[in-house]
């Protein structure tokens, strides 16, 4: 008979978002390559800003069974590479068919999300606003704002994470800074 897992209680910071009880895991902009469209951009700010910390999360120590829910906040914090705000990676559930929400809890930002079948959809972000993304969606959070874009996420802890071909081509949409506006414009890469 498998152990029962033992329930427990985690901080995470209201303000900053992170805990202090476990490390988080961290992004920083060379983990990110060939992801923002301005390649010069991106190889000038790794370099000036000495390779800046783009976005933190958890993988809390939660078995992988369908049954178990993976949760956490992540931190992603404000900036821009060329016109382009910071985003996280972001992935399609190796479990195509698994949902996930994010509680923002405070920043702004949005969601950006597609499918397989070429369908994209976005969301805003803003403090005290739950984002749902749908079974088979790629989602990206992106922070258009000055501040960090903290959200509290959760899905099913066997749904695994697939870049497939977000790595190699990113999102079909853009989110770029426009005369101090976000703007969605169409990713030249993806044809
Ligand atoms: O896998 P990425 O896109 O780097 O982003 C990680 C984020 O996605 C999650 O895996 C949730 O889907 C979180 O752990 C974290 O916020
Ligand atoms: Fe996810």
Redesign the pocket.
């Known amino acids: 008979m498998t152990q029962p897992v033992k329930a427990f209680t985690i901080d995470f910071d209201l303000v900053t978002g992170l805990s202090k009880k476990t490390p988080s895991?961290k992004?920083t902009l060379s983990s990110m390559k060939g992801m923002y469209a301005d390649q010069g951009a991106y190889d000038r700010k790794l370099q000036d800003d000495n390779d800046p910390l783009v976005?933190e999360?958890?993988?809390l120590d939660i078995p992988q069974t369908s049954g178990d829910i993976?949760f956490?906040t992540?931190v992603l914090y404000p900036g821009k590479v060329g016109n382009e705000y910071h985003m996280?990676?972001?992935?399609f559930h190796t479990i195509l068919e698994t949902g996930?929400v994010y509680y923002c809890l405070s920043g702004e930002g949005v969601m950006l999300m597609e499918n397989p079948e070429g369908d994209w959809q976005i969301e805003k972000f803003s403090p005290g606003q739950a984002v749902y993304v749908p079974p088979r969606y790629a989602?990206?959070?992106i922070n258009t704002g000055t501040e960090p874009l903290i959200s509290f996420?959760a899905?099913r802890a066997d749904a695994g994470?697939d870049?497939g071909t977000i790595e190699t081509k990113g999102y079909r949409k853009l989110v770029v800074e426009k005369e101090g506006q976000p703007e969605i414009i169409d990713n030249p890469k993806w044809n």
């Open positions: 895991t992004r976005y999360f958890y993988e993976l956490g992540s996280t990676k972001g992935h996930e989602h990206r959070s996420y899905f994470h870049y």
